[in-house]
Each structure stands twice: as structure tokens, then as C-alpha cells.
């Protein structure tokens, strides 16, 4: 099994900055963190999970959801098992629970995919006041 944990989440007023970033623990079927893609999804009050931005495991192209092109960016330490996320240029509109996750999977269009992550973290709450 592989754990993950996210941390850095908080309140901020719009405009400012939050990097998020999630541990990673354990191992499933040999594989080790660096073989894992790893993406930020989120969640607000009412709606579906949405794709933020991943980071796969082959090559480590990134990618993100177009509402975050520009202000978010996604980065990994394979040394450190961590995955990070700092996000600048906060709007009230990404205030929601951030999710870690992993996934198998390195296929560009399958990343962006809640369904094909295998493992989730618990939440960090954002919160982005106006």
C-alpha cells in the first residue's frame, strides 16, 4: 500500500501564494515512488472532484487543467518521495479540499482522470478569502 499525506494547506486572501505538498510512504506490487504519476486534484463544497495538475512518471511532463496554466506548478522529488504544489495568484474560486493521489498510469490523456489513481490522500483544506 502507499500512503500519502498533504500538507500546507491554510487561508489566504486572494492574490497570495500556498504551496501545498504531499509525502509519500509504502509501496504496492515493487513499484517505488518514482514509478508512480502524481497529480493535485480538488474538491469544493457541491461538486466533483477536478483535476488540477499531474506530473508522470515517465519523462515528468507536466500537466494542468487550464484554469491553473500559469499560476500553479507541480514538482516532485523522487529522493524525497514528495510531490508539491505551489500556487500563486489565488482566487476565491480555488478555495476547496486538495487531494494527493498516485496512478499508474502515464498516458497524457488518462492523467487528468480521477478513476485511474490508486492512491489517495487525505485532504488539505484551501481557503481563499476576497
Known amino acids: 500500500q502507499v500512503q500519502l499525506v498533504e500538507s500546507g494547506g491554510g487561508l489566504v486572501q486572494a492574490g497570495g501564494s500556498l504551496r501545498l505538498s504531499c509525502a509519500a510512504s509504502g509501496r504496492a506490487s515493487g513499484r517505488t515512488f518514482n514509478m508512480y504519476t502524481m497529480g493535485w486534484f480538488r474538491q469544493a463544497p457541491g461538486k466533483e472532484r477536478e483535476f488540477v495538475a499531474a506530473?508522470?512518471?515517465?519523462?515528468?511532463?507536466?500537466y494542468y487543467a487550464d484554469s491553473m496554466k500559469g499560476r500553479f506548478t507541480i514538482s516532485r522529488d523522487n529522493a524525497k518521495n514528495t510531490v508539491d504544489l505551489q500556487m500563486n495568484s489565488l482566487k476565491p474560486e480555488d478555495t476547496a479540499v486538495y487531494y494527493c493521489?498516485?496512478?499508474?498510469?502515464?498516458?497524457?490523456?488518462?492523467?487528468?482522470?480521477?478513476?485511474?489513481?490508486?492512491?489517495w490522500g487525505q485532504g488539505t483544506q484551501v481557503t481563499v478569502s476576497s
Open positions: 493521489a498516485a496512478s499508474r498510469t502515464f498516458h497524457p490523456a488518462m492523467v487528468v482522470v480521477v478513476s485511474e489513481y490508486d492512491y
Open positions: 506530473m508522470n512518471w515517465i519523462g515528468g511532463s507536466t
